[in-house]
Structures are given as structure tokens and as C-alpha cells.
Nanobody, 117 residues
Framework: VQLVESGGGLVQPGGSLRLSCATS????????MRWYRQAPGKERESVAS????????NYADSVKGRFTISRDNAKSTVYLQMNSLKPEDTAVYYC???????????WGQGTQVTVSS
């Protein structure tokens, strides 16, 4: 099982980034996918989630209206489009694959997002 995040980097406040999480080794289309983030000195928090079919999406209040989660089941990839970025969005962003029925819970290695002028 592999989950590989990419797309992080340094961006100015108000800018945009698109994170990708390419996966392999499991049946991607049957897993709920999530993005989490962890800022220095803080607990990991859920940012967004997307259902297996992609129709149901949930967001943390702090990112609603600015972030959009999407998935491409044909490519086994989940995305996080981040717009209007703020310094408080600075964190390591992780993707997660969850299938409760199987007790399967997979994580990527994370990608750093830094929002600073």
C-alpha cells in the first residue's frame, strides 16, 4: 500500500496550491478519502473528506469555501485544491484512506504547505 502526496510548497497569503495523493496497493474506489493537516505544536486535524463515489464532501469550518476535495477513481488519486490560503493553513498535509468495514486505515508521508510573505 502506498499513498504519495505531492504539490506542497511555499506560497504567499491569498495564493493557491493543489495537493495530490496518488495511491496504489488497495481498491481506491471503495475507500473514503480524507485530508488531514498538522501544524507545529498542534494535534492533527481533519480538513476534508470525500465519499467513495465523490458526491459527499465534508470540510472543516476553517477551510469551507476555500478548499475543495475531489477524487479520480480511475487514477486512484485524491486532490485538495486550496485557494485564498492564509498563514494559519501552514502545516504538513496528509492523505488518508479509510474503510471501516475492513479495519483498513492507510496514511501518506505528508507534504509541507507553508503560507508566508
Amino acid at each position: 500500500v502506498q499513498l504519495v502526496e505531492s504539490g506542497g510548497g511555499l506560497v504567499q497569503p491569498g495564493g493557491s496550491l493543489r495537493l495530490s495523493c496518488a495511491t496504489s496497493g488497495f481498491t481506491f474506489s471503495t475507500y473514503v478519502m480524507r485530508w488531514y493537516r498538522q501544524a507545529p505544536g498542534k494535534e492533527r486535524e481533519s480538513v476534508a473528506s470525500i465519499s467513495v463515489g465523490g458526491r459527499i464532501k465534508n470540510y472543516a469550518d476553517s477551510v469551507k469555501g476555500r478548499f475543495t476535495i475531489s477524487r479520480d477513481n480511475a487514477k486512484s488519486t485524491v486532490y485538495l485544491q486550496m485557494n485564498s490560503l492564509k498563514p494559519e493553513d501552514t502545516a504538513v498535509y496528509y492523505c488518508n484512506a479509510l474503510r471501516v468495514a475492513l479495519g483498513s486505515d492507510y496514511w501518506g508521508q505528508g507534504t509541507q504547505v507553508t503560507v508566508s510573505s
